[in-house]
């Protein structure tokens, strides 16, 4: 292998291992809502929204609307308030990819 | 599947024959078999809110590993929502869930008590002599109750419940609420913070009062706290004291318990000795008595401390704690929601740390608690939490978290939407 595939090899290897500290990242964000809001979104019922399977786009427009406080709630608004816009665009992809409950 | 059915699988196992069970032990954990070479084992202490979150995300994140849950009782029994038991809100069913959800998905059960843990030799060891080598321990013990002079004895105790662990304690005080003549006084004594569940004792104040409003409308409650002030939700609480509860409940701080009769079901204060028909005494807390065995106790003699980054011991390496025991981050409540947040911090970096590759930079926590303040009225305390790297803690993030701004009664529903889907996301139900 000469220098130059070597040095693609190690770059592509670097940007994966990112890529899946990323996914991993954006996992764990996911678990701090999944107390109320089921694992991996799969909520029970629906008196707690189920989020697997909701557009990314849905997500991060209730969030803003929790923040800004154009949405009331009971308690999102203040939940909310704790996670940047960049966290909100990971948890949002994250769930958007999750399969909704059967 | 109904309870019985789950217990005659689990007879119909255990009798499978020495031969077969000797056979099946090692694949027991692995799934391994599926999902390629074990990663490492993993020994959990301890079903609650934090064990049980941890031994199921272990399983759902890591793949091949083999994860044990070591718990001395049969099934799951919530503390969160218990006290709606002692206002006849609730029976001990609707808080009690198996733990088939876990062996389901691959967790090795293991029903025992577990009385050491020898971190040289990385093995959990269990009063019926059983061993349990592990590549990383998660203990989540739970608390201990200090001694109160005047409860030594089991009658005593039985006489004076706590009632602080949900069970058979709870159904024992719920009894003698119910046998309480009309007219009669039910007194709870707060213990000094930091104890399991800030806002518990306030909420069962309060469903006891409903209680007697409904039932038994001369009694009253009689809250005496050792702390100076009302320790969580204070203003929501306040208001369910005047308002909901007037003539009902009283409330006095910095009142601080120092010995009882349990005979007369007498709490003897500094300045008086208060008798009534049903005592409830909460004693002081500290980590259950495995976290001092295994030297992991560091922090006033009493608590754990833990790297919030990997909830690792700050003690004895290659083991992480959770929940109660744990030494709280600043403003952090002794919560269930926060034992399961505890764990999916622990299991992401356990499984980082065995894959070896580098653990979550700044892990989060949110912590959501619910109190009823009658039957159809509830209200919460939020907050999120970050790691903060400087300064090697967990921290409140700014502008975020808060209470209701009053009692309400969709968070009533909330609350038991809440509890269906932790349950859920903790046991894998």
């Known amino acids: ?102 | 599947m109904t309870m019985q059915a789950v217990s005659r699988v689990s007879r119909r196992r255990l009798l499978g024959g020495g031969v077969a069970a000797v056979v099946a032990a090692p694949l027991l954990g692995c799934a391994s078999g599926r999902d390629g070479p074990s990663i490492g084992r993993v020994v959990v202490v301890g079903g609650g809110y934090g064990g049980a979150t941890a031994a199921r995300y272990l399983r759902l994140w890591g793949g091949a590993i083999d994860v044990t849950l070591v718990e001395r009782d049969p099934s799951f029994v919530s503390c969160p929502m218990s006290n709606l038991i002692l206002a006849g809100l609730a029976q001990i069913g609707d808080i009690t869930r198996p733990y088939s959800g876990l062996e389901a998905i691959g967790v090795r059960r293991v029903q025992g008590d577990a009385v050491a843990i020898d971190a040289q030799r990385k093995e959990v060891r269990l009063s019926d002599g059983r061993s349990l080598p592990y590549d990383r321990a998660i203990v989540s013990p739970g608390v201990d109750i200090d001694a109160v002079e005047g409860l030594g004895s089991a009658a005593a105790q039985q006489q004076v419940p706590h009632a602080w662990k949900a069970g058979p304690q709870t159904l024992a005080l719920r009894a003698q609420l119910e046998a309480m003549p009309d007219g009669g006084v039910y007194a709870i004594t707060i213990p000094p913070a930091p104890y399991r569940c800030p806002p518990g004792p306030y909420e069962r104040a309060c469903l006891v009062a409903h209680y007697f409003k409904q039932a038994k409308p001369k009694s009253k409650v009689l809250v005496l706290d050792a702390n100076p002030e009302i320790q969580s939700k204070k203003v929501l609480f306040e208001r369910a004291f005047t308002e909901l509860y007037r003539g009902i409940i009283e409330y006095r701080p910095n009142n601080e318990l120092r010995q009882v009769d349990a005979a007369t079901r007498t709490a003897k204060m500094d300045f008086d000795d208060i008798k009534v028909e049903v005592l409830n005494v909460l004693p002081p807390q500290r980590a259950a008595a495995i976290a001092r065995q295994a030297g992991l106790v560091n922090i006033n003699n009493r608590w754990v401390g833990v790297d919030w980054q990997t909830m690792e011991s700050t003690a004895v390496p290659g083991i992480h704690v959770l929940g109660d025991a744990t030494f709280s981050a600043p403003l952090m409540p002794k919560s269930g929601h926060i034992a399961n947040q505890h764990a999916k911090v622990a299991a992401a970096a356990i499984i980082q740390r065995l894959k070896g590759e580098p653990v979550e930079a700044a892990p989060m926590m949110v912590n959501c608690c619910y109190s009823f303040v009658s039957a159809s009225e509830a209200i919460h305390v939020a907050s999120v939490h970050r790691y903060d790297a400087g300064e090697k803690t967990m921290k409140l993030v700014n502008g975020a978290g808060g209470l209701s701004s009053s009692a309400n009664a969709a968070e009533a529903r909330i609350a038991q939407a809440w509890t269906q889907n932790i349950w859920a996301d903790t046991l894998a139900i």
């Open chain 1, 1 to 102: 292998m000469n220098r130059r595939a070597i040095g693609i090899a190690l770059a592509l290897a670097v940007s994966a291992s990112c890529a899946h500290a990323k996914d991993l990242s954006a996992r764990n964000l996911a678990a701090t809502c999944s107390n109320c809001h089921g694992t991996d979104g799969r909520a029970l019922g629906d008196t707690l929204k189920p989020l697997a399977g909701m557009p990314a786009d849905r997500i991060v427009t209730a969030m803003a609307a929790f923040k800004s406080g154009a949405q009331p709630a009971t308690v999102m608004h203040q939940i909310a308030k704790g996670f940047s816009d960049e966290q909100i665009g990971a948890l949002a992809a994250y769930f958007a990819a999750q399969p909704a409950a059967k």
